[in-house]
């Protein structure tokens, strides 16, 4: 019976802890998706910044040399190579940036599903010990709504 009191008492004093740890993982876990998230939002926004002020340095530059007449086919070739590249490089910067916030989200949500892992085996833990105790004593065991174990 001793015994049984004294690993509930460490149980009681180590629970919080994980507690705690879990809570602050989960805390950091969000964080680190909205700032996943916001640092995607803005790489995207500089992506298509940078795409629409190619093409409109493109364009420029094919309205220049369509003024002059000697060069007028060499210059619409050129311009139309000019904002096909442009289009080609936004559209890498942005697969870029969706691919980077896929990795970052795949990486959270492992991180996420190995930390649920451990807490539900904690529990299980925990529930065999309290299922497996003396009969000698009548406990009342009942889930609080984070669902640990009270008595």
Do not use: W
Not at 8 to 27: C, F, M, Q, Y
Not at 55 to 69: G, Y
Not at 79 to 85: D, G, L, P, R
């Amino acid at each position: 019976m001793d015994e049984f009191h004294m690993l509930t008492n460490k149980i009681r004093a180590s629970l919080p802890d994980e507690v705690r740890r879990a809570s602050r993982v989960a805390g950091d876990s969000d964080r680190i998706v909205s700032a996943a998230r916001d640092e995607a939002q803005m790489i995207l926004q500089q992506a298509r910044e940078e795409a629409e002020r190619i093409l409109e340095e493109a364009k420029t530059e094919q309205r220049r040399l369509t003024d002059e007449s000697e060069i007028v086919r060499m210059a619409t070739a050129q311009a139309k190579e000019i904002v096909a590249s442009a289009e080609g490089s936004a559209r890498n910067i942005r697969r870029g940036a969706d691919e980077y916030a896929a990795e970052v989200l795949s990486a959270v949500e492992n991180h996420l599903g190995r930390l649920l892992g451990t807490i539900q085996r904690g529990r299980e833990k925990l529930e065999q010990r309290v299922e497996s105790a003396p009969v000698e004593e009548t406990l009342t065991v009942t889930r609080d709504r984070t669902g640990l174990i009270r008595r």
